[in-house]
């Protein structure tokens, strides 16, 4: 598995060097920078995952950093900041940034909100880019998303409403990670079907529905399975083809 690569952008020299170390303890790989121009210099010479950026940077804005990375560049930004207040927070994520932590703070809670920040991010990655693909293959099944149908291990055709291949198509972009019923409801986008999913029950109810046209034995599923304690989980690999 690869490591992730962060930047630690604090002007700070101590607290710079204490974040890298933690960081660095923590099984990443990580490099800290002063400035803007040592932001620009790390993206150019080669992967960023994640940026740790200060608000306050000298003379130097991490919001105005922070929104100059955005035109350019998907990279993961947490700002770090010694302003905790609601308006501040909130300028910091219309900047861009996908998480805002005040100091001081835990060393542990860092590292566990740049994880969070970092699953978080794969997961839309993943999603992202397997929505391009056409063809899906999964424990025998074949999955055609422009002709929206879906073929048994057999090579019969079942038939699948909207909502069951959008469903479907969730599962399919996010192998063998649980989800919850919140992500699931948020990720489903059918057009024509009226309202937005709805999360809860219904997402229950939906699932039961697929699985009851994809399992061989739905009241004891092998492929669609109840993560217990998040959501549901496609228990199996996925190939997708663009």
């Known amino acids: 598995m690869t490591i992730p690569r962060l930047l630690v952008v604090d002007d700070d020299t101590d607290m710079c060097a204490m974040m890298v170390g933690w960081l660095q303890r923590n099984g990443f790989f990580v490099a800290g920078v002063q400035d803007g121009a040592g932001v620009v210099q790390q993206m150019a010479a080669g992967r960023v995952d994640l940026i740790l950026l200060d608000v306050m940077l000298g003379d130097e804005s991490g919001l105005r950093i922070c929104q100059q990375l955005r035109q350019e560049h998907d990279v993961p930004i947490i700002m770090v900041s010694a302003l905790s207040a609601d308006d501040n927070r909130m300028a910091g994520y219309r900047s ?32 992202a880019y397997r929505r391009q693909a056409r ?15 879906a073929h048994a291990p057999g090579g019969y055709q079942v ?8 469903l479907l198509q969730v599962f399919l ?10 992500e699931i409801a948020e990720a489903m986008d059918v057009p024509g079907e009226g309202a937005e999913p709805a999360e809860g029950r219904a997402i229950d109810m939906l699932v039961g529905r ?22 549901y989980v496609l228990a199996c690999p996925v190939e997708a083809d663009a």
Not at 135 to 149: H, L, M
Request: net charge positive; hydrophobic share 40%.
């Open 173 to 182: 972009a996010n192998p063998e990670i649980p989800l919850s019923r919140e």
């Open 96 to 127: 861009g940034a996908d998480d805002y932590i005040a100091k001081p703070f835990n060393p542990d809670l860092l590292v566990a909100r740049v994880r969070a920040v970092l699953r978080r991010t794969r997961r839309a990655a993943s999603l």
């Open 135 to 149: 063809v899906y293959r999964f424990a025998g099944w074949r999955f055609d998303t422009r002709e929206g149908s």
């Open 159 to 166: 038939a699948l409403s909207a909502r069951e291949r959008q």
């Open 210 to 231: 697929l699985r009851s046209k994809i399992e061989d034995a739905p009241k004891d599923p092998v492929l669609i399975r109840t993560a217990r304690g998040v959501g």
